[in-house]
C-alpha cells in the first residue's frame, strides 16, 4: 500500500487526515515542520506528498518545487488562505493537484487516491514512442504530432491507458477500473461517452484518420 508524506502545523487537521488517510489502508508519516518533512524525504521513498503552505519554518510551495525538480513523485498541496496566487503559484511549481481548507477528509483521500493511480500509468519511453503521440507522465499531457492535447483528467487516463496497452483492446471494464477504480458508479456508457468526446479532440488535430477503434462487444484499442 501506498507511503504517504503529510506536512501540516496545524495538529486538528492533521489528526483528521492521517485518521482518514490510515482508514484507506495508506502508511502515513506526519511532520509539522519542513525540515522534519526534508529529513523523512531523506530517509524514505514516499508515494504522494500532501504539503501545508504556511509551516512555522517556511513555505510548502519551496519543498513542492524542489521535490518537483528531483522527480515525479505526486505533489497535493494545503492551502489555508485559498488565495488564487497560492493556487496559480503551486501549479506553476509543479503541484498536482490543489485543495484549500476547509476540505472535508473524505475528498482529499479521493484525491489522494487518484493523484496514486494516474502516477502508476508508466510513461511511454521515448525509445518505443508511439509516432504519433507522446506521453508526458509528470506534466499529465499528452501530444499528437507535436500538439498538446487539452483533455480532462479521465480523457487523459483513457488515452493514456490506451497508448500503454499499444495497439491491444482493452475492455470497458479494464478502463473503467484502471480509470475510475472499482468503486466507482460508473458504467460502460460512461466510457463510451468520454471516448466520443476524445474522439473529436483527437480529430480536430489530425481529421485524417480514427485513432480509436471500436471492437464490438470487446472493447478499444488505439492506433499508434
Ligand atoms: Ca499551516
Known amino acids: 500500500m501506498a507511503n504517504l508524506l503529510l506536512l501540516e502545523d496545524d495538529p ?7 485518521f482518514a488517510l490510515q482508514r484507506e489502508g495508506y502508511g502515513v508519516t506526519h511532520c509539522t515542520l519542513l525540515r522534519d518533512a526534508r529529513s523523512q524525504m531523506a530517509a524514505q521513498t514516499f508515494d504522494a506528498l500532501v504539503l501545508d ?3 512555522p519554518d517556511g513555505s ?3 519543498l513542492c518545487s524542489q521535490v518537483r525538480k528531483a522527480g515525479h513523485t505526486p505533489v497535493l498541496m494545503l492551502s489555508a488562505r485559498g488565495e488564487e496566487l497560492d493556487r496559480v503559484l503551486g501549479l506553476e511549481l509543479g503541484a498536482d493537484d490543489y485543495m484549500t481548507k476547509p476540505f472535508s477528509p473524505r475528498e ?3 484525491r489522494v487516491r487518484a493523484l496514486l493511480r494516474r502516477s502508476s500509468i508508466p510513461a511511454v519511453s521515448t525509445t518505443h514512442a508511439p509516432s504519433f503521440f507522446i506521453v508526458d507522465t509528470a506534466g499529465q499531457r499528452i501530444s ?3 500538439q498538446t492535447l487539452d483533455l480532462t483528467r479521465l480523457e487523459y487516463g483513457l488515452l493514456a491507458q490506451l497508448l500503454k496497452a499499444r495497439s491491444r483492446i482493452l475492455s470497458r471494464e479494464a478502463l473503467l477500473n484502471a480509470i475510475w477504480g472499482q468503486d466507482a458508479e460508473s458504467t460502460d456508457r460512461t466510457v463510451d461517452t468520454h471516448i466520443k468526446t ?3 479532440k483527437l480529430r480536430a488535430i489530425d ?10 462487444g470487446m472493447g478499444y484499442s488505439i492506433a499508434l
Open 12 to 18: 486538528a487537521i492533521a489528526s483528521t487526515v492521517v
Open 53 to 55: 503552505i504556511g509551516l
Open 60 to 62: 510548502g510551495l519551496d
Open 108 to 110: 482529499l483521500v479521493a
Open 144 to 146: 499528437l504530432h507535436g
Open 198 to 200: 476524445l474522439r473529436a
Open 207 to 216: 481529421s485524417s484518420r480514427e485513432f480509436i477503434t471500436t471492437h464490438r
